[in-house]
């Protein structure tokens, strides 16, 4: 059968097939540690279980409205108030299968082919995927290990073009770890209102942030930058439910309304047990995501001082958001023989070590490592200790 131009060159994702690689072998009976996977290592709270179990038991099971439920959208709007002030109303917000599927929605009817779109590197692979499948063109601005892997302003400004339709910003960042204090995004928000540039604004990590003040979204800086933002939100990091699929785009009016419809032609409404879920999240009452910050925070203060003693590799910034760390691996690779950069690298530690990791060139940070510490304590001493033996074997 004919595959079309658009899809033949598509790859899968990069993250998930290293996870399930890494899967697969421990599968087979090795001892492998899994550390490339977003996926946070905590059950759901109790309420948000109970919830899903009582619309599983006594919810419609009859198509809903395609942008979710009156009474979920709602809640949310009170939520975004509360919690980033920005004033929403219903009708702006769309609920939508994960966050993912929340940007390909944004970018779908944001893009032209032929319109560029900034995008800071290190970069989550599903950007890159998304806008060469809308034959969109990436503009590159690569955000510096030495400066925590956050772009300038004056690095934004000078790759604006007249091409340029939006920038997608990913605060705290996967997979650098990246924190943007309000200053910079005010900053950022500035140059892209000036310049009339849109922006996709993925904030799934928002509530996991370890310093550099409170966040601040795009779409709060103004009543401007809230007509050019779509802002991604989504419950799978802070509420430890990726399976669950639950995430949402809000935006401007009529803008949403024809988000709206490609969905209504494409998926129609996310699961009516996926949205009780989200229902119940916003209206937890446990301080769950306060829970798992300081288990966060906890692991990654281990791994940057464990990460010292690991030969070959460094850290120029601790991260201050999500639960990843970015590791210069490059002195490492050009030890290791017969091995030529982090892909291969990666796959020689999975082999060697028993430690599934991500290769940076995926992200567009060649020489790097992602290292995911969404995974107990144990694992990750684990995984050094596996590290720096395979390593310590070759006389690195």
Not at 62 to 82: D, F, M, N
Request: proline share 7%; net charge negative.
């Amino acid at each position: 059968m004919y595959i079309s131009k658009q899809i033949s060159t598509l790859q899968p994702s990069a993250t998930v097939a290293f996870t399930e690689k890494a899967k697969a072998l421990k599968q087979s009976g090795r001892d492998v540690i899994v550390l490339a996977a977003g996926e946070p290592d905590f059950t759901p709270p109790a309420s948000v279980r109970e919830a899903v179990a009582k619309e599983a038991l006594e919810g419609p099971t009859t198509y809903g409205p395609t942008p979710g439920y009156p009474e979920v959208r709602e809640a949310l709007a009170g939520y975004l108030e509360r919690t980033k002030g920005l004033k929403v109303t219903p009708d702006r917000i769309v609920f939508t299968n994960g966050a993912k599927h929340a940007i390909f929605n944004a970018a779908s009817v944001l893009l032209d082919p032929g319109d560029e779109v900034i995008l800071p590197s290190p970069y989550w692979v599903t950007y890159m995927a998304v806008i060469e499948l809308l034959g969109g063109v990436p503009r590159i601005v690569e955000g510096k290990s030495t400066n925590g892997f956050k772009i300038t302003p004056d690095e934004l400004r000078g790759a604006i073009t007249d091409r340029t339709r939006c920038l997608i910003f990913n605060n705290p960042s996967n997979p650098s770890g990246a924190f943007y204090t309000a200053d910079e995004v005010r900053a950022i928000t500035e140059i892209c209102v000036d310049a009339g540039v849109a922006i996709i604004s993925d904030e799934v990590y928002d509530e996991i942030t370890y310093g550099g003040g409170p966040f601040l979204s795009p779409a709060a800086v103004s009543d401007e930058a809230a007509d050019l933002t779509a802002l991604v939100g989504a419950f799978s990091k802070t509420y430890a439910m990726p399976g669950w699929r639950i995430g949402y785009l809000v935006g401007p009016q009529p803008w949403i309304g024809k988000v709206t419809s490609f969905q209504g032609q494409a998926t129609h409404h996310p699961s009516a047990l996926a949205q009780a879920a989200a229902l119940a999240c916003i209206r937890c009452e446990e301080d769950f995501v306060g829970m798992m910050l300081k288990e966060f925070r906890k692991r990654r203060d281990y791994l940057l001082e464990a990460v010292r003693g690991i030969p070959g590799f460094r850290v120029d910034v601790p991260p201050e958001g999500a639960f990843y760390l970015m590791v210069d691996a490059s002195e490492a690779i050009a030890a290791v023989p017969d091995v030529s950069g982090d892909i291969e690298f990666a796959i020689w530690l999975l082999e060697e070590a028993e430690v599934g990791l991500v290769p940076g060139e995926v992200f567009g940070a060649s020489g790097f490592l992602r290292i995911s510490y969404a995974a107990s304590m144990e694992d990750l001493e684990k995984a050094v200790d596996k590290i720096t033996g395979a390593l310590n074997k070759l006389g690195i």
